[in-house]
């Protein structure tokens, strides 16, 4: 069975920092490119980055670039992101989501961040 | 940016009933294009890619079409764990990018 068993999620004051997590297992880790997507609560989702299959293809999108760092350890089949400089617009659930010939079938639980003073 | 704008916003349906759901993008997103269902506080689960392709274990009243710039999602006979938001998603070009969703309310 697929399944991405995210953590990290938390409650940060504006400036600071977190890493999420997202452990897959039940697939071939290394053959997908893996991406982040997240939600404010009650909004809509959006996408955040993405991940090729060995680390070395990184995309952003605008509104996180140079804060945030997509990264990957396929011997260890996890995925993180690595939220900087955090600002209350942050705030969000963040999802890992895995993209493959099925699109993007297999999503983790979500993951919320807090940014707040 | 590909901009993804969804119709309606909300639409109060009776189960049993039948509803069609509307995507449209600013650019071509050839198929594409992917549907989901969310239910609240939940992860988004995938009913439809490549524009017409059920995902496996999506019941066949959930139908997509649709190629280019519009694309349609079509429940026949509304269930009652079928209401939810719905949510577009072209992933043609990055940044991929989602339709502001639509709300499936029981009537």
């Known amino acids: 069975e697929v399944q991405l068993v995210q953590s990290g999620g938390g409650f940060v004051q504006p400036g600071g920092s977190l890493t999420l997590s997202c452990a897959a297992s039940g697939f071939t880790f290394s053959s997908y490119w893996m991406h982040w997507v997240r939600q404010v609560p009650g909004k809509g989702l959006v996408w955040v980055s993405r991940?090729?299959?060995?680390?070395?293809?990184?995309d952003y999108a605008d509104s996180v670039k140079g804060r945030i760092t997509i990264s990957r350890d396929n011997a260890r089949n996890t995925l993180f992101l690595q939220l900087n400089s955090l600002r209350v617009a942050d705030t969000a659930i963040y999802y890992c989501?895995?993209?493959?010939?099925?699109?993007?079938?297999?999503w983790g639980q979500g993951t919320l961040v807090t940014v707040s003073s | 940016e590909i901009v993804m704008t969804q119709s309606p916003a909300t639409l109060s349906v009776s189960p049993g009933e039948g509803v069609t759901l509307s995507c449209r993008a600013t650019?071509?997103?050839?198929?594409?294009l992917a549907w989901y269902q969310q239910k609240p506080g939940q992860a988004p689960r995938l009913l439809i890619y490549?524009?017409?392709t059920r995902a496996p274990g999506i019941p066949a009243r959930f139908r997509g079409s649709g190629s280019g710039t519009e694309f349609t999602l079509t429940i026949s006979s509304l269930q009652s764990e079928d209401f939810a938001v719905f949510y577009c998603q072209q992933y043609n070009n990055w940044p991929y990018s989602f339709g502001q969703g639509t709300k499936l309310d029981i009537k």
């Open positions: 490549a524009a017409s």
């Open positions: 991940i090729n299959h060995d680390g070395r293809t990184t």
């Open positions: 650019q071509s997103v050839s198929n594409d």
């Open positions: 989501v895995r993209e493959g010939l099925d699109a993007f079938a297999a």
